[in-house]
């Protein structure tokens, strides 16, 4: 696997604080492009997801029929730009009408952007992209996915749980993957007291694309800022 990318290089220790400085600045453009680009997107949704699925899978026809669902009720639609899931919810925005936005990132492998864009951005950070998906959203659906499908749904509930963020509508779908999710917050962390009884009901399931959308409109009083 190839080593030559930014993300790699900045976690391998103490460096010389020229070139950290230097890559500060690096990563602070990288943030200038993504508010740029993105200054005026508005009410919109966030679709996690693995880029594993093909279109013939039960999940990618799931995100699409959402994506659509929620497009077609006036909001834009943001994913990680990729294959799979992400490629089925901007296929499903752009089919309804709706703004498609991708946030790319750089990787050796699986990450090709998808067609399916009116705003696409490639990062070369996970930290940086990741910022942009939670910023612009109000709504956050996730189907199933990988490890960073579960790094995104735990570290928008940390920020949910932390009140960096405000409690918006954090909605999972293809229940049997998600089915051991509940048991686990129940059975585990709340049995151990590493969370408290209301962060164990952040998740909200559905298989409905319908009642995925009914959810996603309860949110939040106020504004991001």
Known sequence: MLRNNDDYHLFQGPRSYGRDLWRSIRIWREFRKGFTKLKRVKNCITFFGSARFDENHEYYKLAYDTAYAVGKAGY????????????????????????????????????TPNPYQDIS???????????????????????????????????????????KICDFPMVFMGTEYWKNLGPFLQKTMLKHGTIDERDAHFARMTDDPQEALDIVRVQCIGKKI
Do not use: W
């Open 76 to 111: 834009a639609i943001m994913t990680g730009g990729g294959p799979g899931i992400m490629e089925a919810a901007n296929k499903g925005a752009r089919d309804a009408g709706a703004l498609s936005i991708g946030c790319n990132i750089t990787l050796t492998e699986e990450q």
């Open 121 to 163: 951005i490639t990062f070369d950070h996970f930290f940086v992209r990741k910022v942009m998906l939670l910023k612009y959203s109000s709504a956050f659906v996730l189907l199933p996915g990988g490890f960073g499908t579960m790094d995104e749904a735990f570290e928008t509930a940390t920020l949910i749980q932390t009140d």
